[in-house]
């Protein structure tokens, strides 16, 4: 009896879980980021009486992003849902300081 060498077996099957990899690699920097960015608007104390819409959106749009990663789903689909909650912390974190200064504003014009 012939039986296929064990190296094109195994070769074809390294290709295959290669291949099947592919589409969605390990990690992605802009999502790692942007659940960096959410994560500290999030923890600001403010957030909520600032920017409650904008942490909100942040929110679900990291979390958008995990549920394409667990559906494999391509790189670039994840990408985009991380750049939408990269830009919702970055709009946040403007609206924490715009309140704070606005609040300063206000203190001062009080006294």
Do not use: W
């Amino acid at each position: 009896m012939n039986f296929p060498t064990p190296l094109p077996v195994l070769a074809s099957a390294a290709f295959v879980l290669l291949a099947g990899c592919s589409s969605t690699p390990q990690r992605i920097d802009e999502l790692e980021n942007a659940r960096v960015a959410v994560e500290q608007v999030q923890a600001q104390p403010d957030a909520g009486k600032y920017a409650a819409t904008e942490v909100t959106a942040a929110h679900e749009s990291l979390l958008e992003a995990d549920r394409l990663v667990e559906q494999r789903k391509p790189a670039k689909e994840i990408r985009d849902q991380a750049y939408l909650a990269q830009r919702h912390a970055d709009t946040a974190a403007q609206q924490i300081v715009r309140g704070h200064a606005e609040q300063k504003a206000s203190e001062a014009e009080a006294d």
